[in-house]
């Protein structure tokens, strides 16, 4: 969007009115939503109303408008992004939620619900694709989105409505297939939702026709699984007639914070554990390991197996049934080897000495070795390309400490010292982009960044995550994936870019590992658990090694290397 305070990264859906974008304003780095309103569907009368009634509405579970974008393509409504996405992609996924949790998203929209009704506001379209979903340490946060045929009371009264500018009929009260509308229609739609969001699916199907008749004439069938409590609130916001339904959001919430507490659901896991599928590991090679390896990497047709103070390189080759392995070399270090890292053409291995001093080393696939850069820092993150020609990394100067970039071939500052910026993590995304991870703790325990460079030291895209996060992984063949762990849970979180999203993961066990696989990822635990995800992070299936893991890497050809802790030391075992 040329002269536009805000630069557009991907489209993320479209609505009844018009496309909705991602965007990132162009000085602060905001992520927000943009609504493009088509004029042949969207008036201007209506574009703007919408617009003044979220600006009336200011309430957490309600979506914040931010105002009014125009360009030569046309206008925008600016709103808050949402990076769950909506409470329909959450249903659609095989996560089951726990009951605390869904009473929760429904509380929520029944807060904002209560606020737009308090403005004499009636939103006539609640259904779940119009409840968006931020991430926060307690789960989800719901907030109602899409005001596009609310009406406003006191300016709207008497006035009735045509059924294909109202509401959607699997959410429809049936007072809105006559045209007539209230606020216990909203309260109707949340009973609907309720219904969904428990049972699992809707009270009524079937054609549009055949919804509304079954709205206007049958009640709606409660499987005896679900608690009185809650039974008795669906079918008091599920009454035919509005005068019998709640008479208020507030005291439809009421009742379901009543109903928590009877059914004692407080305190439970964000997520009930998926249901357990498993899978077959067949052990296809098994070695005897003299000295403990704490450290493995795997580029192509080679392996690098780091112990305490050596490195030793080995040829990988499967031949039929049988797999090869052949050392290459073993090389000794005078210091600690504290991580390795494989690259384009080889591994790069950083050792430690007792003063603080980390050294950067280049081994060649064969048994070339480059010192690439020797750098004495308090705080340990670093990042390489494939083709290692520069690195990012913390580093200390003048007794300074600070972010930089320095390129590995001619020792040439490309980014000087960044002063009191020192990344917890940092990542190279390909051999010309990186980011830097860090935590803000003076600012929120509960936050995660994600600060963008170039390799010529430039700083664009920034992204805030309202959790906190273990370190990050990137799949290299999935474009902008990373996945990591949420601290003090078993959930896995799966970070996309573009469109930016979060998508949580359950595990039936804590993960130690999540490394990258060509088709997906591989979870493991130091317990032997071991769990395969696709490359959207859906769960495949899990097993159990019944072995103490110490490392794990994924080979070609869907094979796994595990170095193992057994009775008689150390193994190290490829599974297919």
Request: net charge neutral; proline share 3%.
């Amino acid at each position: 969007m040329d002269n536009s305070n805000y630069k557009i990264l991907n489209l993320v859906g479209e609505g009844q009115f018009g496309k909705v974008y991602t965007a990132i304003h162009r000085q602060t780095g905001e992520l927000v939503a943009l609504k493009e309103l088509n004029p042949r569907k969207f008036s201007t009368k209506k574009f703007l109303r919408e617009m003044r009634i979220l600006l009336s509405l200011e309430h957490p579970n309600i979506v914040t408008c931010k105002g009014i974008e125009h360009n030569s393509k046309g206008r925008y409504l600016v709103t808050e992004y949402c990076e769950g996405g909506t409470l329909r992609d959450l249903l659609e996924t095989s996560i089951e939620l726990s009951l605390e949790q869904k009473l929760k998203i429904i509380t929520d929209i029944l807060e904002g619900l209560n606020q737009a009704h308090i403005e004499g506001i009636i939103h006539r379209d609640l259904k779940p694709e119009n409840i968006l979903l931020c991430v926060t340490s307690g789960g989800w946060k719901a907030k109602i989105s899409d005001f596009g045929v609310a009406k406003i009371e006191l300016e709207d009264v008497n006035v009735s409505s045509n059924i294909g500018d109202t509401g959607s009929p699997a959410y429809m009260a049936p007072e809105q297939f006559y045209g007539k509308y209230s606020y216990s229609s909203d309260l109707y739609a949340i009973g609907i939702m309720l219904y969904e969001i428990l049972i699992g699916y809707r009270p009524f199907s079937g054609s549009p026709n055949e919804i509304m008749i079954q709205h206007l004439n049958l009640a709606p069938k409660i499987p005896p699984e679900i608690p009185e409590s809650l039974a008795q609130i669906l079918k008091e916001a599920l009454q035919k007639l509005p005068q019998h339904r709640f008479r208020t959001a507030q005291e439809m919430k009421t009742a379901i914070l009543r109903a928590t507490l009877e059914l004692q659901v407080y305190n439970q896991s964000l997520y009930s554990t998926i249901p357990y599928q498993s899978i077959s590991l067949n052990l296809v090679y098994q070695e005897s390991i003299q000295e403990p390896i704490n450290y493995v990497a795997v580029k192509d047709n080679f392996l690098y197996l780091a112990t305490k103070k050596s490195l030793l390189i080995q040829s990988y080759d499967h031949l039929s049934n049988n797999i090869e392995i052949k050392d290459i070399i073993k090389h000794q270090f005078d210091d600690k080897i504290i991580e390795i890292k494989s690259v384009e053409d080889g591994c790069i291995v950083v050792t430690q000495n007792p003063n603080n001093y980390y050294q950067y080393s280049f081994f060649h696939c064969g048994n070339q070795k480059t010192n690439l850069r020797e750098i004495k820092s308090e705080s340990f993150a670093y990042a390489i390309p494939n083709n290692y020609s520069w690195i990012a990394l913390n580093n200390t100067f003048d007794n300074e400490q600070g972010f930089q970039i320095i390129n590995t071939k001619n020792g040439n500052v490309i980014l000087n010292l960044v002063k009191d910026f020192l990344p917890k993590q940092i990542l190279s995304l390909d051999n010309n982009h990186g980011v830097a991870i860090y935590d803000q703790l003076e600012i929120d325990k509960n936050q995660t960044f994600l600060r963008f460079f170039n390799r010529r030291g430039n700083w664009y895209d920034a992204y805030i995550i309202s959790l906190s996060l273990h370190s990050l992984v990137y799949h290299q063949k999935v474009t902008n994936t990373f996945l990591t762990r949420e601290k003090q849970t078993n959930n896995l979180i799966l970070i996309n870019l573009y469109p930016f999203a979060i998508r949580r993961i359950p595990l039936n066990f804590k993960a130690d590992f999540w490394i990258c696989r060509d088709n997906g990822f591989i979870c493991a635990s130091h317990q032997g658990n071991i769990a395969l995800l696709d490359t959207k992070g859906d769960y495949l299936g899990e097993t159990n090694l019944n072995l103490s893991i110490s490392s794990i890497e994924s080979l070609k050809d869907d094979k796994i290397l595990v170095i193992v802790n057994t009775e008689n030391g150390q193994e190290k075992r490829i599974y297919h």
